[in-house]
């Protein structure tokens, strides 16, 4: 099994269902992606660069699915959460599949793959 693997399955419910959520649909949007394990999570490549991570935060009870550039995409998508003062990094958080609004998902993969490209 592939370190990411590990990882996605020694999570707790809810975490392991809404990661394994959010790789499928990381994994269909963007066929050409790569998953990494790098920094002991899952990190997502895309061309050859990394554009998004998935990660519990310490003392929080949400998966934090967080992509590099976000800063750039705030005026965008403001659903893009700046949690911990990050610099560039900006997340959308889900505590359950169930919030996981898979079209607002799918459009912010998107722009930041997009960003790669620049």
Known sequence: MKP??????????PYQSIMLYI??????????????????IPFYYYNKKPFCYLNILKGTRFVDVAFLKGAILKDEFPQLHDYNNRKHVRSLQFVSIENIDEPLLVKVIKAAAALSDK
């Not at 990411?4 to 419910?13: A, I, L, P, S």
């Open 23 to 40: 790789r499928n649909v990381i994994l269909k949007t963007l066929p050409n992606v790569e998953e990494r394990y790098s920094y002991n």
């Open 4 to 13: 990411v693997d590990t990882y996605f399955f020694k999570q707790q419910e």
